[in-house]
């Protein structure tokens, strides 16, 4: 008996090709479900990351995405100063006093070719940067009564600048032709800040009024400021549109605020930059300078000489001399005590030391005396200050005695600094007073504040010498100790 096989129908069997597809299909409609969901939570349920994509996309210059850049020097910096042909012949050594050949970068913009001086180029009589003519700006509108269009050149030095397409450029820093910058202090206070961010930095008048009428979060022009370089790039390019907004604005800084503004930009305020709104003998401020880097000096000629029986040039010499040797330490206030003799001393380095003939609390020691004059007559606004002020003694025999720094002179381990007696009046000069000293002489060490130090500033402290004897008073300054307080110690 043959056996017959069972045969099986054909179209039960699984061909390979259709169990591939079989396990394909769900795996592919799984995936896709997943995608799905993820962008359906990531646009529905959270609409900050999308902000912060869109956020992210507008900020030039992301620090994370790009290699830690090498540290800030003065060739990052490149300068506009504002001047023009009647007054850079009269101002061009405030220029020159600061400017280094090779080192510094920038230009110096007037309204007109420059006339000669003395029958010789004036760029060749003095260190100074290229003068540039600036663009014509007569198709501006300019509606302020009380002002000058040449404002509307001053503030196009901004888009002027930066259109010089300098490479390796991280601070654009502009300011006016008297205005004094110290280029190691400025790059040392710029440091402090990411430069691959949106800065404007800079500071405030002295003057409430001034404030006031012009804005808090302003920078004032003279004083100088600096412009971080995705920021400048972004601010030229929309600068003259957002000018014609502005038409009835006053100033050229007036300008450059309300267009930074408009890009939603803040003023960072650093009170290393000196607007000196204010007349006169500007002592009491320069004496008291805030914890900060000096940075910049403005008003020259409206200011008596820093120093006396000077020039205004010869001041400025004398007082970069110092810088020469200690920049960072450059009108930095300390304050030691007598103890033996009720004295209160407060050195500014660089500059002055003051004596005075009793015990003064540091919170007294510290305060700006007010040596200077208003910037304008008017209310009593226009003598209120954006700092504590005391009046000086009216009995000269209660004022301090004062010594102007005279020389300094450092080697590898310290820097000595002398300062002679100004006379100013006719006083006791017994054993109990401080005008029987002729000289102070003080030591310190050369200050090099690192990025910590630059924005958590502490005084330093000094000590009255032991070795202090007869006409002349010896001091040394250092920092302070971890807990220590600066009062008078019995």
């Known amino acids: 008996m043959q056996m017959q096989l069972l045969k099986i129908p054909t179209k039960h069997f699984l061909s390979p090709s259709r169990l591939i597809n079989l396990i394909l299909i769900p795996s592919s409609l799984y995936i896709l479900y997943l995608l799905l969901s993820l962008l359906f939570s990531s646009s529905h349920h959270h609409p900050q990351s999308y902000v912060r994509s869109l956020s992210a996309a507008s900020r030039p210059g992301d620090p994370a995405a790009s290699t830690c850049p090498p540290p800030l020097s003065l060739n990052h910096l490149v300068f506009g100063i504002a001047s023009d042909k009647n007054s850079f012949p009269r101002r061009r050594h405030y220029i020159a006093q600061w400017w280094r050949p090779g080192l510094t970068r920038g230009f110096v913009f007037v309204d007109a070719p420059v006339p000669p001086t003395a029958g010789n180029d004036t760029r060749r009589l003095l260190p100074l940067p290229p003068i540039v003519v600036s663009k014509d700006t007569s198709g501006f509108r300019y509606t302020n009564r009380n002002g000058l269009r040449s404002a509307i050149r001053v503030a196009r030095v901004v888009v002027e600048t930066v259109a010089m397409n300098l490479t390796g450029v991280r601070w654009f820093v502009f300011g006016d032709d008297d205005t004094v910058f110290f280029p190691d202090n400025l790059v040392k206070t710029l440091s402090k800040y990411d430069d691959g961010l949106w800065y404007y930095i800079g500071s405030n008048s002295e003057v409430y009024e001034q404030n006031r009428v012009f804005s808090f979060g302003m920078a004032f022009g003279g004083a100088g400021f600096a412009i971080s370089y995705p920021l400048a790039q972004v601010l030229a390019k929309g600068f003259d549109g957002c000018m014609e907004r502005y038409a009835h604005a006053y100033g050229s800084d007036s300008r450059v605020y309300a267009c930074l503004t408009e890009l939603g930009v803040g003023l960072t305020h650093e009170p290393g930059f000196h607007q000196f709104d204010v007349r006169g003998n500007t002592f009491g401020i320069l004496a008291a300078h805030p914890l900060a880097p000096l940075s910049s000096l403005h008003h020259i000629d409206y200011t008596d000489p820093i120093f006396p029986n000077m020039t205004r040039p010869e001041a400025l010499r004398h007082l970069f001399w110092a810088a020469q040797a200690d920049s960072q330490r450059l009108l930095q206030q300390s304050v030691c005590y007598d103890p033996s003799l009720s004295w209160t001393v407060s050195v500014s380095w660089g500059y002055a030391v003051q004596v005075f ?40 025999c209660q004022r301090p005695a004062v010594f102007f720094m005279s020389g ?25 007073s401080p005008r029987k000293l002729d000289e102070v002489r003080v030591y310190s060490s050369k200050l090099d504040q690192d990025i910590k130090q630059l924005r958590a500033p502490r005084r330093h402290c000094c000590d009255v010498l032991p070795s202090s004897i007869g006409e002349v008073m010896e001091i040394a300054i250092r920092e302070c100790g971890e807990e220590e307080s600066i009062f008078m110690r019995q």
């Open 357 to 396: 003939p009793r015990h003064l609390p540091l919170t007294e020691a510290v305060r700006v005396r007010e040596t200077f004059r208003q910037w304008k007559k008017g209310s009593v606004l226009a003598r209120s200050y954006g700092f504590n002020t005391r009046e000086v003694e009216p009995d000269p």
């Open 408 to 432: 300094v002179a450092s080697t590898k381990a310290w820097i000595k600094s002398a300062y002679r007696k100004h006379d100013d009046g006719n006083c006791s000069t017994d054993m109990a």
